[in-house]
């Protein structure tokens, strides 16, 4: 089955400074990846996804990037501010097997003012 | 719309009791999911569904029954608790994938066995 694999586990950064987070994945058939935002005591919300057949996705301050070849996927996120400090998970699943979705197991980012 | 809920918030349970875990979605929802969240570990999925009166297992569906006799409900039944389902439950629910495909998640349960 898949695994996904997420680091860092925590991230520590200045406001106004960027964020990058890494996935990888090992299994081939995968090809839908979301990542979520969890604050505390709240539900995983989706705040971005890509899908195979492209490489890069943007939506303002954030970003995604997916190598097939290698596997892995990105999150970056530009301009950090305080209210981006959460838990962002990856996860990684196939169209064939949907509902099936695999987690990394998480990052903890802190926005330093 | 109320989008994913989820019943009770908080539940303390002692070894050896059963419960039910309530999930309903008003989003006309295909799949339904419920996953658990325990420290470092993210998301684990128990069982899910991808339409009324289909169900399959999960990554650790031991311990754990449900049942989808209706598009909108998803409830998860603990048999008989033990120290190590204490966890968060959530639920979620996505249309199909060729639809967009997001995955909506409830605001959890928290439970804990004593």
């Known amino acids: 089955g898949e695994n996904v694999e997420q680091h860092p586990s925590t991230l520590s950064v200045q406001e106004g400074d960027s964020a990058v987070i890494k996935c990888t994945y090992s299994d081939s058939a995968s090809n839908y990846f979301p990542w979520y935002k969890q604050e505390l005591g709240k539900g995983p919300q989706l705040i971005i996804d890509?899908?195979?057949?492209?490489g890069e996705k943007k939506d303002q301050r954030i970003a995604v990037t997916l190598n097939k070849t290698a596997k892995h996927f990105s999150l970056h996120i530009t301009e950090t501010q305080p209210e981006d400090s959460a838990v962002y998970f990856c996860?990684?699943?196939?169209?064939?097997?949907?509902?099936?979705?695999?987690f990394g197991a998480g990052t903890q980012v802190v926005v330093t003012p | 719309n109320a989008g994913v809920t989820q019943t009770p918030k908080f539940q303390v349970l002692k070894t050896g009791q059963s419960m039910t875990l309530q999930c309903a979605q008003d989003?006309?929802?295909?799949?339904m999911s419920w996953y658990r969240q325990d420290p470092g570990m993210g998301l684990r999925l128990i069982h899910y569904s991808v339409g009324a009166g289909i169900t399959d297992q999960g990554e650790v569906p031991n311990g754990y029954n449900v049942s989808r006799s209706t598009t909108e409900d998803f409830p998860l039944r603990l048999l008989s608790a033990a120290p190590s389902q204490t966890s968060v439950y959530f639920c979620?629910?996505?249309?199909?994938?060729?639809?967009?495909?997001?995955?909506?998640f409830g605001p959890g349960t928290r439970l804990t066995v004593t």
């Open positions: 979620a629910s996505s249309r199909l994938p060729g639809q967009g495909g997001e995955q909506y």
């Open positions: 996860a990684a699943t196939s169209t064939d097997s949907w509902g099936k979705f695999q």
């Open positions: 989003m006309n929802h295909e799949y």
């Open positions: 890509i899908r195979s057949n492209v």
